[in-house]
């Protein structure tokens, strides 16, 4: 798969930011698609996920309410609308299809496929 991610930048703490995740390889509206991220010295972590039609959506609680993913199929693009950013969001931010999407009352999980991942984008706060 073929992920490549964009957008990352210096931002202040409170400003927003979009990130953007194109795909090029593994039929897009197929899949569903999560955001991860991997802070210095921390493991990589889920953050956002989005089933293949965009009708489902969870996030890591840290991000509720201030993060939003969404997709637009058309142009195999994932996004991340974030929102609030606060001294704990900086990392390296990553997009991966879901190998893996499971339902269970009413929470969502993804199986990130781990032969997929991009390079990341660095999203940084200034202080």
């Known amino acids: 798969a073929q992920l490549v991610e964009s957008g990352g930048r210096s931002v202040q703490a409170g400003e927003s930011l979009t990130l953007s995740c194109l795909e090029s390889?593994?039929?897009?509206?197929?899949?569903?698609m999560g955001w991860f991220r991997q802070a210095p010295g921390k493991g990589r972590e889920f953050v956002a996920a989005i089933d293949s039609d965009g009708g489902a959506t969870e996030y890591t609680y840290s991000v509720k309410g201030r993060f939003t993913v969404s997709r637009d199929n058309a142009k195999n693009t994932l996004f991340l609308q974030m929102s609030s950013l606060i001294p704990e969001d900086p990392a390296v931010y990553y997009c991966?299809?879901?190998?893996?999407?499971?339902?269970?009352?009413?929470?969502?999980?993804?199986?990130?496929?781990?032969?997929?991942w991009g390079q990341g984008t660095q999203v940084t706060i200034s202080s």
């Open positions: 390889e593994f039929g897009f509206s197929n899949y569903a």
């Open positions: 991966n299809k879901c190998a893996f999407w499971s339902s269970r009352g009413g929470f969502h999980t993804c199986t990130p496929d781990s032969d997929a």
